[in-house]
């Protein structure tokens, strides 16, 4: 049995309006003169918002809630602060797509990762609960110490030949213990972010075909 309620703050939303939504939402054309319900894997009050359809106060803009050592991450990001404005870009439109609170991004977690022993929360978050790791290496990455730490977990990933968990994208040649120069890569200062973000939407919908 599937429970709903009508929100009476959002007014009705014409069909004009959801209309150029339709693929986005996972809507096929002959469900539109459904009478009855179908559930879709798709966080619609994200994509409303987006198409200025409904308020910001209908969304949770810092992701799912929980504790984050027992949340499951389709993708989780670990890169130095120096490359954040362009791994924000990236995944500000990686939430466009993906299941609200599907994405580790620190600062959508803010609360939880002000604590002790966070570096065991951390190894935790991409050893074990994330299924994707896009990593921005650097000259940056390699010598800043928190960087280090979750690189300790990303390398227990490779050395269990897990490949398809760790996406690298570089945004300099610096180089890095643990990274070869037969390992691929993206280059970040090739792509766009859009760009960029496309190609991580490709790696996620290949490890849920898994």
Known sequence: MIEYEFEDE???????GI???LKLLDIAKGEI?????????????????????????FINPVGRTGKLE?????????????????????VERL???LPLGSIFYDDDFTAQLAR????????????????????????????KTWCGIEWRAIRGIINNKSDHAVMFIRSDDAEIPGVFAHDGYLDLNRFS??????FILERVRLNEQQ
């Open 33 to 57: 003169n459904r009478t009855h319900w179908a559930v879709k894997d798709e966080d619609l009050f994200s994509r409303l918002h987006k198409e200025k359809l409904i308020d910001s106060k």
């Open 70 to 90: 027992e949340l499951r991450f389709k993708v989780a990001f670990s890169f130095p602060g120096e490359v954040r404005e362009s791994v924000l870009g990236i």
């Open 116 to 143: 002790p022993n966070l570096d065991s929360l951390l190894q935790t978050v991409y050893l074990k609960n994330s299924d994707l790791i896009v990593v921005f290496l650097s000259g940056d990455y390699e010598r």
């Open 10 to 16: 959002i007014p009705p939303i014409p069909f004009s």
């Open 193 to 198: 972010p859009e760009q960029v973000a496309n």
């Open 95 to 97: 939430k466009g797509f």
């Open 19 to 21: 209309s150029p939504i």
